[in-house]
């Protein structure tokens, strides 16, 4: 039997077949036939250039929250397992991409470091949240990176600080094969107890307005420019939409929830339903916030 990798892409730790529904907050999805999970920067260096010399699309998973997964990936998906260390100089805090976004957010409360309070609510992990430069409460990740980790498509390793046009709302340039490794933030000293109490605010906020409580992948769509996306589908009447296991949230209409064995087939047809309604209800187009995959190359 002709293996389907070459040797050196297999030295990679990895695992066949995991459960989309154990890798994403939403649960929803098929198999990930090859999940590669490297516990260095040098393993993860070694995933890309094989891929990379021969010619194999791949995907990188990272923590699973904003993300929709329609059936099963045959691509190898590149998950990092680097060690979750955080290191300070200063005012400056540097994290592997593999470390928990809300996690950071709460070391940083406990040093007494302002900045990051509006991630506090925010799932998934640090990389991810680079990647789509995640915000809230009017703040955005540009608005404290100093410093980035990454590898090229090429696997090229590359240091570098963010410059004009790398970021903007939901977006950063670091897609079609590009791999962030670590971040590093500059914040303010600050009080710990009144940045505490601004996290335990924020998390409260999103506790009461979002279906915490329900399996879901954050914010479906992104908000049309000066329009709220979570008022549109509220104004239409959607609230409580539901296809089989999928609904719309009943605490805010930007969230769809998974309330247990909803299918990929259920979920693209509510997201599907709800853009169309909108559409013809306001004349707005939504686009996805969330990543939607099916079996097909990078992006």
Known sequence: MTRPF??????VPHRRDVPFSKLTTLGVGGLCRWLFE??????????????AREGLPWRVLGGGS???????????VLRLALPKEIQREGNHIKAPASHGHIAL?????????????????IPGS???AIRMNAGAYGREWVDVLTRYRFLTPDGELVEKAPEPGEFRYRWSYLTGGRVILSATA?????????????????????GTSQPLSKR????????PPGLSAGRLIDQTHLKG?????????????????????????????????????????????????????????RS
């Not at 957010?105 to 609510?121: I, M, N, R, V």
């Open 66 to 76: 904003n993300l929709v997964v329609l059936g099963d990936v045959s691509t190898p």
């Open 186 to 206: 500059k914040l303010v000293a600050g009080d710990a107890a009144a940045i505490r109490a601004q996290v335990a605010e924020y998390r409260e906020k999103r």
């Open 241 to 297: 939409l539901r296809i089989g296991d999928a609904e719309v949230s009943l605490e805010h209409g930007n969230f769809l929830v998974n309330h247990g064995r909803a299918t990929a087939a259920e979920f693209a047809e509510l997201m599907e339903t709800v853009r169309t309604r909108v559409r013809e209800a306001h004349g707005v187009e939504l686009e996805p916030e969330v990543e939607v995959w099916r079996d097909s190359p």
């Open 6 to 11: 070459p040797d050196d892409l297999l030295q």
């Open 105 to 121: 957010a709460e070391a940083a409360a406990a040093a007494g470091l302002s900045g990051l309070e509006f991630a506090s609510g």
């Open 38 to 51: 490297p516990t260095t920067e040098a393993e993860a260096q070694a995933f890309v250039r094989a891929c």
């Open 216 to 223: 879901n992948a954050g914010c479906i769509f992104k908000n």
């Open 126 to 128: 640090l990389g991810g």
